[in-house]
DNA sequence: ATTACTACTAAACGAGTAC
DNA sequence: TGTACTCGTTTAGTAGTAA
């Protein structure tokens, strides 16, 4: 989790970016900064003080003015920030959404899904995990997590393919992806079959959740769900 | 200018965003996002008073969970540090470099050739003044200055073409938009003539800058030259 | 000119708690 | 559960000034 702290320092260094010190060396005197950032001579140097402790600027101070270089670690701090908001305002939806549901226990049949080699082996490679055999199923009651739900349909999802064998046919079932009660990263599932209606959550995990997260029947469970994939 | 305050409100719209809050309504309660920052609850609720305070969210609360939407104005608010952002990444150069220098008399050359109708002509469309008819000429003494003078030239510019009267010619001026002395805005022009080399500014603005800016000859001047166009 | 220390002030933070 | 108040503590910010 990125501190308050460093957020401080990032405003900092893109003002010094802005003054010219991005992919070059620029003189940039402390007063000059604190001016720019208005705050004082005494707590800019000590922002530089704290960055070039960092490692995030490099320095060489001379009485004539001070020449400050960003570091790439620093750059790759403001990539970063730049691509969280790139895709937040180049998209017209939320990273993730958050939903909240009570643990229910199903019909067993997600586990018989879950089994069929053809599905697994699409979410070891479209996810990056063995599904444990088993879902673990949460019935959303509020208004607003079942309206979210519903929201989730537009967003792009992962998407595993149906197929067929002897006895019947599987249909297509959409993923996205999740992390659940906070810790553990899973996925959402969707329409393996239409038993359910959009106030239920539909989860799996590499792991079995009950266990992993301690759930019984009737607990309360956040699953936050990705909506970029 | 910004002041810090701001920057710290809008980590939290960021994280408000991350969250679900962007483009639309999300449950996010005070015990959450102070977790997701890693601050303390009272601290979190602290803060979406105050954004709510500035009109940047809009919030429903209940004992249920609290609604939280990001507003319009917030959203521009992000969107402007996205574009700063952008410019900076994208580009492989500065938005900015900053060039101090000590004012001189010159031929009064300058004079003359924006006295030229086509050239100030030009100037009012591209850089949207009617340029004062004369230059400000400032030396550059530092190696740091010299060396940053050159880097300018392969940095895109405003080009003023040149022309032909009947007596000479007149070649291709480059301009960059500059801020003078902290305060006036004007422009740097180049290669008006080949007089003076990459250790001499040539200024021009709106007024005259040796009156608007108080300067006499050696008077030294900071001269912030903006690299995007 | 600079930078940055010390000593102080102002602001932000969070524990406890009421609602 | 929730939110948000008071109030003591911690942290950030500045003035003065030395180097």
Not at 41 to 69: C, F, M, N, V
Not at 184 to 190: D, I, N, S
């Amino acid at each position: 989790m990125t501190d308050k702290q460093e957020w401080q320092y990032l405003y900092v260094l893109l003002k010094l970016a802005d003054m010219g010190a991005y992919k070059r060396t620029a003189k940039i005197s402390t007063e000059y900064l604190a001016t720019k950032l208005g705050i004082s001579q005494q707590t800019a140097s000590r922002y530089l003080i704290e960055l070039e402790h960092k490692g995030w600027i490099k320095r060489d101070i001379s009485p004539a003015g001070s020449l400050i270089k960003i570091e790439d670690i620093a750059f790759r701090a403001l990539q970063k920030l730049y691509a969280n908001l790139k895709l937040l305002i180049e998209k017209s939806y939320p990273p993730s959404v958050t939903l909240e549901g009570t643990v229910f226990t199903g019909l067993g049949e997600g586990a018989y899904y879950i089994s069929k080699e053809s599905y697994s082996k699409q979410i070891m490679e479209k996810l990056g995990f063995e599904p444990f055999p088993g879902t673990l199923n949460l019935k959303l009651t509020s208004d607003y997590d079942i309206k979210t739900r519903m929201d989730l349909d537009v967003y792009p999802a992962l998407e595993v393919m149906g197929f067929q064998n002897k006895d019947r046919s599987f249909g297509l079932v959409k993923c996205y992806p999740a992390i659940i009660g906070g810790k553990v990263k899973g996925a959402l599932v969707t329409a393996l079959r239409s038993h359910y209606d959009s106030s239920v959550l539909e989860l799996i995990a590499p792991v079995c959740l009950r266990k992993k997260l301690g759930l019984k029947d009737n607990h309360k469970v956040k699953v936050e769900i990705s909506t970029v994939i």
